[in-house]
């Protein structure tokens, strides 16, 4: 089991007030998947909250202690979570523990934190055991599974979609993830068609095609870590099976995308924190800076949220005052009503410690293509797609035989047509003027008369002269 420890100071000496807190350092202890199958959501959303540690370290900390981040890896195991979970209270002292991924490691860590007493902040996960019942030493900061859930089957059921299976571990976090599905679908009176369970951290799906064929399944919600999704993904694809997928946000659709490739098109995933690639909210605009200033080689939603819970932490600290204890910082925390943190507001109190409700949930949460969440490899492939097709297109529009050469040379053919009709009615009075030259002879009296001043034998020339103005008169 690997141990990550994560500071710009090497730690002191703990302080004797309260466990994990020093005249210079307080250390805030994790549980997460830095290897196994959700390893890139686990190292995305530590980095993402060393990046804001990082930053409020080199303003001098909180009140001028030094934030000390402690990560231990639990390979997305309930059982080294939760031996993870005793170390770090017990041994290393930890003042709280924050940002754990996933269900397996959450719901083992929380009847150890309830008995010690310890803080429990900003999980990367939406089950209902952290909010249901209500345990005061838990602050959920993300939108709850419900609320996801909810949103993915508005979704499915406004374009038509029905038959919708259910794919989830076959154990009790993934029962839990079943019955919220079930408790949503049941609100659109359906049933999932079917609900199909596999081994936890299982990469082969190929036996349960047959299930999705059997039931001619329109679209699968998938409840697993990102390298479990694509397996699934791929087994389908292969098997000539083409549903619509979608998943919860803690699928990790930066990494999807990056296991996928081109097969994450069409995959839709919910999210709960703004698009980390646009800098439109203050907070992701922070976010991005911290970033590139940690020399983060990419962007994406996990390090994203792992940020923004991070800023919650931290400000939570910071109210908890100068000597802050956990018992401090729970009543600190329980005072962030209508916090705004950049773009996103935080609303805890005595009685409700999670952060966003359903409504704020489905304002901010997005069900595009995968292919919007891409990560650094794949942008750099779509702005090259992107540029291969302006270069087609220039030759369509402004090259030698594009559309606009077209459309001056009808212009110019136009305009010919318009002069030789001109032209011809010149030449037709020209020529019935020749024809009467020829064969009559009054046009060639009329113009001895008026080109030559001639008369014929017998006519009377009369010349009109115009009388001169008269003189004015005299004085």
Known sequence: MGVVAASLLALPGLG??????????ILIGQSAPLTGPAATVGNAAREGALAYFENINLKGGVRGRKIVLESIDDGFQ??????????????????????YVGGPASNAALPIITTAKVPFVGALNGNAALREPFNRYVFNVRASFSDEMGYLIDYLTTVGVTRIAVLHPDDAVG???????????KKKELKPAPAISYERNSMVFAQLMALLAKHETQAVVIFGPPKVAAAFIRDTKKANLNPQFVGL???????LVQELGVDAHGVGVAQVVPLPFSATVQIVSEYQKAMARRGAKSLGHASLEGFVAAKVLVEGLRRAGPQPTRERFIG??????????G????????????????????????????????P??????????????????????????????????????QEQKDANARLRQRNSALDAEVRDLKQGVEAIEERARYELGMIRQDEVFFQVVAAPPPEAPKR
Not at 249 to 255: C, K
Not at 332 to 341: C, H, Q, R, S
């Open 376 to 413: 650094a490899e794949m942008r750099t492939l779509a702005l090259a797609l992107a540029a291969f097709v302006i270069l087609l297109q220039y030759p369509l529009w402004l090259g030698k035989g594009g559309w606009f050469r077209v459309w001056s040379l009808e212009r110019q053919v």
């Open 249 to 255: 946000s803690v699928i990790g659709a930066d990494e």
């Open 16 to 25: 004797k007030a309260e466990d994990g807190v020093s005249k210079d350092t």
């Open 332 to 341: 600190a925390m329980e005072t962030l009503a209508n916090y705004d943190i």
């Open 175 to 185: 029962k839990r993830a079943l019955a919220t599905a079930e408790q949503a679908l």
């Open 343 to 374: 773009g996103i507001t935080v609303n805890f109190s005595p009685t409700n410690h999670t952060a966003a409700d359903r409504g704020r949930s489905r304002r901010r949460g997005r069900l595009p293509r995968a292919g919007r969440f891409l």
């Open 78 to 99: 309930a059982e080294k979570a939760a031996e993870n979970t005793r170390t770090l209270i017990g041994k290393t002292k930890a003042f709280a523990l924050f940002g």
